[in-house]
């Protein structure tokens, strides 16, 4: 009698595949072969996964974002054993212990002096949930305004708060006082905040869902205003956070100092689940008031111990190998190579990103339109999966398409990525973009059947 023999029954068990589609989800099973996605994962590095055969991918969706200081890290791992061996109290419940105040400490002591408590959370959209329902207290307000094209996590709040239809069509009635304005547009913000009855204004400062950057003094006027309307600024970092686009925060572009600050992802290394809140003491106090209400707001795994080490583990590494650099470095880098892409190939355009978090449009061609139209009448957006297809089969890169019905690719590697992986993913990109565009009856074929899916 020991331990699970994990080895073991990795080395034993089967197809992988057939066995989510039993027990998990077999849409996405179906999904999966018909786009060619189907590998067996053996291991992972950095920003490169290998398969079964030992055959070694590029990495450019990072896990939705949560490994940007690399797949397997192993000094978060060796952090994370370290604190397993010490037999750390755990989640005493009815006590303080070392490691989230620890934590909490490091994350404050990288964001503006506005934000000084944080609430720990499980996940991204948890983090959203908490900045709703404290915004809402702490204000006395009930209303919430969020951007077109916003993405802020599928639970009922922040999905009530997302612009996205493909998410919130069938799982009404969302919450009440939930609106959105267009996303860039200071007049529409200004025309509800003045109602002074909005509770928080809820943002990514990069859209996740087709990496739309907002336009030059945007987030600075939605700032302003929100501080003359008595409204919570809340910037969404939960993708954008931890080095993502060149600054450890992305509000640091504009010199933003918002009252909410949701963060997930990549604060686990990639290891334990974790997100948090940071908030302004006004907002924290407003809300827990009193020792009677000292509980007014948590859930029971939210401080764990092993998130709070990989935290820690995740902040040290990112400063200790300069990762945020490296992402702004290398993020410049990618726009350099790949913006000629617009003038070179009909097909593209437009290519823009902030450091490592990266996107290239397509859009009709001048030549070759019948074929283009032919393929967005079947879906729109199709397109981006006819690159992003051949990309994984052919020169092994994981990509994805930035949202439903776009025709745009996102890429967010690992911030570990090197020169070549980028001059690399440049060089297939263009060999791919040239060809797709040429549409030839290979990949419609495939389009057909991708968009007889459904
Ligand atoms: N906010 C943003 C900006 C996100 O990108 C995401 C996840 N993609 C979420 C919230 C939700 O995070 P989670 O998936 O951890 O719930």
Not at 2 to 19: E, F, K, M, T, W
Not at 327 to 343: M, N, Q, Y
Request: hydrophobic share 45%; glycine share 10%; with cysteine.
């Amino acid at each position: 009698m020991g331990a699970l023999d994990v080895r073991g029954l990795l080395r034993d068990r089967g197809d992988d595949l057939d066995r989510w589609a039993r027990t998990i989800n077999p849409q996405f099973a179906r999904v999966l072969r018909t786009i060619g996605f189907d590998r067996t994962w053996e291991r992972a590095e950095g920003a490169y996964l290998w398969d079964a055969d030992g055959k070694r991918y590029l990495d450019l969706l990072g896990g939705f974002g949560m490994y940007n200081v690399g797949r397997n890290n192993p000094r978060v791992r060796a952090a994370l054993v370290e604190a397993l061996e010490l037999e750390t109290p755990g989640s005493v419940q009815m006590g303080a212990t070392a490691l989230p105040g620890l934590l909490a400490e490091a994350l404050l002591a990288r964001t503006p002096p506005r934000l000084e408590r944080v609430l720990f959370t499980s996940s991204g959209t948890e983090a959203v949930e908490a900045a709703l329902k404290l915004g809402r207290a702490a204000t006395g307000r009930s209303r919430v305004l969020s951007a077109d094209h916003g993405f802020h996590g599928l639970t009922l709040g922040s999905l009530s708060a997302n612009a996205n239809v493909e998410f919130t069509a069938r799982f009404g009635p969302l919450l009440p006082g939930f609106e959105r304005v267009p996303f860039g547009d200071l007049e529409a913000l200004e025309t509800q905040l003045r109602r002074e009855d909005v509770a928080l204004f809820l943002v990514e400062p990069v859209q996740g869902k087709g990496v739309n950057l907002p336009p030059p003094g945007y987030l600075e006027g939605v700032q302003a205003l929100c501080r003359r309307y008595g409204t919570l600024f809340c910037v969404d970092e939960v993708q954008t956070g931890f080095g993502r686009t060149g600054t450890m925060f992305a509000f640091e572009h504009w010199g933003l100092e918002p009252d909410l600050v949701p963060v997930a992802k990549s604060l686990s290394g990639g290891y334990v689940p974790v997100g948090a809140l940071l908030m302004s003491r006004a907002v924290h106090e407003a809300v827990f008031d009193s020792m009677e209400n000292a509980f007014s707001h948590g859930s029971t795994f939210a401080p764990n111990e092993l998130a709070m080490v990989a935290g820690l583990a995740t902040l040290h590494e990112l400063d200790e190998q300069r990762l945020v650099e490296r992402s702004a470095r290398l993020g410049a880098k990618l726009l350099e190579l790949t913006r000629p892409l617009v003038d070179e190939l009909e097909v593209v355009r437009d290519v823009r990103g902030l450091g490592l978090l990266w996107a290239i449009e397509f859009g009709e061609p001048r030549s070759g339109r019948l074929s283009w139209r032919m393929i967005e009448k079947m879906q729109p957006g199709l397109f981006a999966q006819l690159v992003v297809v051949p990309l994984f089969s052919e020169h092994r890169i994981l990509s994805q398409v930035a949202g439903h019905r776009m025709a745009v690719l996102k890429a967010l590697p690992p911030l570990v990525v090197t020169d070549e992986d980028v001059e690399r993913f440049v060089e297939a990109l263009s060999a791919t973009v040239a060809r797709a565009q040429r549409m030839p009856s290979s990949l419609t074929r495939f389009a057909l059947t991708a968009a007889g899916m459904r």
